[in-house]
């Protein structure tokens, strides 16, 4: 099995091919669209990269997979999907507690999918999807959001999307509704923790921080003994004083509002009105 990495500099984002090169199966992991909020438009120069690369091997897409809805960027299933239209989007069930959450914060009406139907098939723990020669099993990894899932290649290659980052970089925030440091922790140190430590880990996002190069690929063992927010010996309770304290922190992602309307119905946009546009909801709220 072989790995290819897109990376999306303005977001941040890694998205990835796994693919064997002799069968040709592969799936594609956390597609980005491309979104500009200034002029709210979309484009499709990072998805016709993975596009190009897929035609250029000859490769069978099996599935396309979203680690999570993300909450930083839009996704490209839905473009990828008319492109490769034998490909089964997916994610975790308990993406319908993300999409109820969000209802309500948008206050959208009842015809927006609560039931996760916008996806194509959603999995559960240790589920495991079958791509031909590879076999991709679902490792549910909630914290950073209630849907987040880690997938596991062929026993060899773990793709943790904003579970864990790169050893510099630590982990994923936990403060978007629904989230939870706690389930965090515990997804890290009883889920991927306890894969083999040669077991490869591929990173959702890379911030370079310090103006270091793009770095994306590490391992289990490396995670438990420099992450520099979950080392190994780390306690719960260290944990969560520091993961609750760094959140308080942060701002917002700057395409919060978009990206997570559009990614919880698998990257449908509302239906056009009258002069073709569609139109994203934006809630306004007083200090
Ligand atoms: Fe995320």
Redesign the pocket.
């Given at each position: 099995m072989k790995i290819k990495e897109f990376y999306d500099e303005p977001t941040f984002t890694l998205s990835y091919v796994a693919y064997d090169e002799e069968t040709k199966d592969a799936v594609i992991i956390d597609p980005v669209l491309d979104y500009e909020p200034q002029g709210s438009t979309i484009a499709e120069e990072t998805a016709d990269k993975i596009l190009g690369f897929v035609d250029e091997l000859k490769l069978n897409v099996h599935f396309i997979i979203e680690?999570?809805?993300?909450?930083?960027h839009l996704t490209s299933a839905q473009y990828l999907k008319g492109k490769l239209p034998q490909a089964i989007t997916v994610i975790h069930e308990n993406i319908k507690i993300v999409q109820s959450t969000f209802k309500d914060i948008f206050n959208f009406d009842d015809s927006f999918d609560v039931e996760g139907k916008t996806f194509d098939r959603l999995v559960k723990d240790n589920d495991v999807l079958e791509a031909g020669s590879l076999k991709i099993k679902a490792l549910h990894t909630p914290g950073?959001?209630p849907a987040?899932t880690s997938y596991l290649i062929n026993e060899k290659a773990l793709f943790t999307?904003?579970a864990i980052f790169m050893p510099d970089f630590g982990t994923?925030?936990c403060d978007?509704p629904a989230g939870s440091a706690e389930d965090l922790y515990n997804s890290i140190t009883t889920k991927i923790f306890s894969l083999p430590d040669e077991t490869e880990i591929y990173v959702?996002?890379d911030y370079q921080p310090n103006g270091r190069d793009l770095e994306f690929k590490t391992t289990v063992g490396d995670q438990k003994t420099s992450n520099v927010h979950i080392k190994e010996d780390i306690s719960k309770e260290e944990f969560l004083k520091f993961r609750t304290a760094r959140d308080k922190t942060l701002m917002a992602?700057k395409l919060l509002l978009a990206s997570v309307q559009v990614n919880i119905q698998n990257g449908i946009f509302p239906k056009a009105e009258s002069n073709g546009l569609s139109y994203l909801k934006i809630p306004v709220r007083h200090e």
């Open positions: 680690t999570h809805a993300h909450a930083d950073h959001t987040c999307g904003d994923g925030r978007f959702g996002h992602p």
